[in-house]
Structure formats: C-alpha cells, structure tokens
C-alpha cells in the first residue's frame, strides 16, 4: 500500500501543553495558558497551512460548531443549524439560527469579511459593524503575540457594545489569522467561550484582569480541538478515497468532492450527471461502505458527511 | 470605501462653507434622503451624501433633537434609518384616511401567532396549532404573509416538506425593533406572569 498523503497525517499538539490547560485543573496562570496557546497553535498552523482536500468540510464542521456554541436552546441543536442551511432554497431566508450560522460558514470560507454582512447575520444591529471594523484596524497589525491581540480585540468589541457576543468571537479569530498569517480565519474562540452572559462565568467576561490568560485558554483548548477534528477528517478522507475507484457513477468524483468540501451534503444537491435518486444511492453506497456517514439518522431528507 | 460613481456632482465635503453651515447643509441631505424613501435607509445609502469620515451619529442626533415637538421622528430599523408618524397621531391618520380599525389591526389570535413565530422561528403551521392547542388556518398564515410581517423560511424536514415561517424585516420595523436580539426576555415575561410558559 502507497503511504498515506502529507495532508492526512495527524498533528496534535503535544500532550505537556493540552495538560496545562486542561479543564478540571484549576485556572491556569497567565503565562502557562499562553503557553500551551503558543503550542497547540504552532501545531494548528501546521494543518491550516497544508490546506487539505477535506479542509472545507473540516472548517465548516468548526462553523458550525461555533454556531451551536453561540446560540441558546433548541435553535441551537447542530442538526437543526444543518436543516436550517440545507433545507433553505438559495437566496431564501433560513431564520435567525441560520443567518447565523451562514455568517460563521462565511467567516470560515474566508470569502472577504464585510463586517456589515457579518453583523447582520449575527443578528447584531449595523451600527456594531462599524464597531467590529474599527477594532479589528486597531488589532490587527498589534505587536501583541496573536492570542494576546484577539483577546485585546474582543475587549474592545465588548467594551464598545456590551451585547456583543458572537460578533466580538468573530472579530477576535479574524485578529488573530491575521497576525498569524492565515489567508482564512477558523471559528475557534467561540468554540470555547460560548454565551457570555451577564454574570456568568468568572473570567470568562472580556474586560476583566483575567479575560487574557482565558482567552490563551480558550485558543490552547480549541486549537487542540480543531487538530483532533482534522484527524478524524484525515482518517474520514483516505476511507473515502480508498473507495472512489469503486464508484462508476457518471458524476463520482463531484459527489466526493461535495463531500470533501462541506460538513453536509444533501442528496438534492445538483450534481452535473447525478439525478436526486442517483445520487442518494451513491451516499447510501457510501455509507454502507463506511466511507461517508448519514448525519441525521432519518429516513428522509437525509444529509451526508464525512 | 470606494464611492459609488455619481451623476450628480454633489459636492461632498462642502470645504467653502463655514462649519455651522456645512453641519446644517448635511442635516437637511439627511433628512431630505429619509423623507424621500419609501422604505428605511442604509447608513451606507446616507455615508454618500455628506462629508468624507463624517459622524453620521451625530448627525442623526442632531436631526432628532430638532424634530422633538413635530409629529413624527427619526427612528432607526432593523436596515436602516426611516421618518415615522408619531404612534400618538395614529387615530387621527386613521380617521383621516378612514382607515377601518377592523382591517388594519391584527386580531388577538393573529398578534398571538406573530409572536410565536417571532420567538421560534422557523416554525411551522402544524408546530404552531400544536402550540395554540387550535388548528391555525393557512388564512391567518396568508393573513400574516399579505402584511408582508413573515415570509416563508426553510422546510421541515417532514413528510410533505411544509414550509417553516420567520418573521421579516418588515415585521421589526412595524414594531420598532433594531433587531430580533430586542424582543422582550421571554423568561422575563413569564416570570411577570405576561407570558405562559411553553409546554416544550
């Protein structure tokens, strides 16, 4: 058997850095969060760099995550966040919860930030864009080291607009590719952070002393968690492509790639050679192959992923 | 930002006048726009009419300290900026019009179902008689949709795919919201004893 390809390799972070963060221990101290964030990044910045086949499902699988993260109660379930996208027709409003998770799948396609576009999917009013913009220009090229930046850039975003939440997350990912070099930021704060509300969590509150150490944190932890994901999506891509030289469905390899580069696919997705029904088959084969997963357990209006 | 071209030749920046008067010339444009529009006003529409880098905030506080004591005032919507009648004057406009009450108004049922959209979009039309514990008519949906209050969102994922509703940017700027994040704390409203609880 040929080796498996550079861009499937796993990459962790090591395992001293995740322990300093770990969450039963108690809050770390400053310079042992930044830390680990410095090392569980280095490795992350290895996998965003490599730019893998399955990078675009990987990175919306993070959207959506972020999504769920962000947002209260059952609109906040990953599988309705999926239905909402995928049972919307183009141009179509998918309601509160889908706005806003397009606008992180946006983010994380790194189709060029307009903050207006950002706010309003989050729900924000479009006066907070003009605040987002100005702190992301006052952030963005600080000498800070990049964790220390987004959380400073949060902060501010707070500090301006109180109710904030998500697009403050949002600003603070954009801050830190941005100092770290990416084409395309990846929905990691809100990964960790999720609802601010008043009076919630101790340290978790931008503004604070301790928001910085919290925030290095909150980047070691989904970092790590983002590298953990690429491996399974690693392993979830090679199973994949070790079975396309059995598919001979006209259209196949549009299939694979649809599936390679989103978190869902629904079989009603046009696909050049591929009929609704041919195409379910060819998920149904798939996932009777163990090389794709059905994601929502129906029998109808199934959607398919890696 | 790149501007868009212009025909007009406005001249922007109003570098000849004396500041007092240059403040006064884009207070009127901004107000001269919005009286013009027949629906609300970006700030990126309003941004083409005044100076380079000009406080539109204030501007726009300014226009509305002016218009306290005239019947109606600036307020801002979820796209934008509009003029807007006074809520007080709302009999007078509707007996002047003769405007039936009956027509306009939303029933009880009608308001009730508004928002329980509002607070669990994207619902649908079962979900919702389910909710009310009484079958909600497609007439009181299209009742809804005519007004333009909601529009149809994405489908359940259901046997016959029945549309799920959410309410529209109409629907906030009728009630003058910003945003959906401004409806009232549903937790709140039941802990006041304004709102049952839902059974869910």
């Known amino acids: ?306 | 930002m790149a501007r868009p071209p212009s025909d007009l030749d406005l001249d922007l920046d109003l570098a000849d006048l004396p500041a007092e008067l240059r403040w006064r010339e884009w207070m009127d444009r901004i107000e001269a726009v919005l009286f013009a529009a027949p629906e609300p006003v970006t700030r990126e529409i309003l941004a083409r009419v005044v100076g380079h880098g000009c406080p539109l905030n204030l501007l726009i506080e300014d226009i509305r300290h002016e218009l306290r004591g005239r019947p109606y005032e600036l307020i801002k919507t979820g796209s934008g900026y509009a003029l807007r009648t006074r809520a007080r004057h709302a009999a007078a406009i509707r007996a002047g019009f003769a405007i039936d009450p009956e027509v306009r108004g939303l029933t009880p049922l009608e308001a009730g179902v508004l928002a329980a959209i509002a607070y669990e979009q994207p619902v649908t039309r079962a979900a919702l008689s389910e909710r009310f514990g009484r079958e909600i008519s497609r007439d009181l949906i299209a009742s809804l949709r005519d007004r333009a209050l909601i529009a149809r969102g994405p489908r359940a994922p259901q046997p016959g795919a029945p549309f799920a509703y959410v309410t529209t940017g109409r629907f906030l700027e009728m009630f003058g919201l910003e945003t959906l994040g401004e409806l009232p704390d549903l937790e709140a409203l039941q802990d006041a004893g304004l709102a049952q609880a839902s059974e869910a």
């Open chain 1, 1 to 306: 058997m040929p080796p498996p390809p550079l861009s499937s390799l796993p990459l962790r972070p090591p395992a001293w850095a995740t322990a300093l963060v770990a969450r039963s221990s108690p809050e770390p101290p400053g310079l042992f969060a930044a830390f680990a964030a410095g090392a569980a990044l280095a490795a992350l910045d290895v996998l965003v760099r490599r730019d893998a086949p399955f990078a675009g499902a990987w990175r919306q699988r993070l959207a959506l995550k972020a999504a769920a993260a962000t947002l209260e109660g059952k609109a906040g379930d990953e599988a309705s966040l999926r239905d909402a996208i995928a049972l919307t027709r183009p141009g179509g409003d998918s309601g509160p919860a889908g706005r806003a998770y397009a606008a992180w799948r946006a983010l994380a396609a790194g189709e060029a930030p307009r903050f207006a576009d950002i706010a309003a999917g989050l729900g924000a009013p479009a006066a907070d864009a003009l605040a987002a913009s100005a702190a992301f220009d006052a952030h963005a090229r600080s000498a800070d080291p990049a964790p220390l930046a987004a959380a400073a850039a949060a902060a501010t975003v707070f500090a301006a607009l109180p109710r904030a939440g998500s697009l403050a997350y949002v600003v603070a990912d954009l801050v830190l590719a941005a100092r770290l070099g990416w084409r395309t930021a990846l929905p990691l704060l809100a990964l960790e952070v999720g609802r601010v509300r008043p009076g919630g969590n101790i340290g978790l509150r931008p503004g604070e002393a301790t928001w910085p150490t919290a925030c290095c944190a909150a980047y070691a932890r989904a970092a790590a968690r983002a590298c953990d994901l690429h491996a399974e999506f690693g392993a979830a891509a090679l199973r994949l492509e070790a079975v396309a030289p059995k598919l001979r469905a006209k259209g196949a390899r549009a299939a694979i790639s649809a599936l390679l580069d989103d978190d869902a696919v629904s079989s009603a997705t046009p696909i050049v050679g591929l009929s609704d029904r041919g195409l379910r088959r060819l998920f149904d084969r798939l996932v009777e192959l163990g090389a794709a997963r059905e994601l929502t357990g129906r029998s109808t209006f199934r959607l398919y992923g890696l």
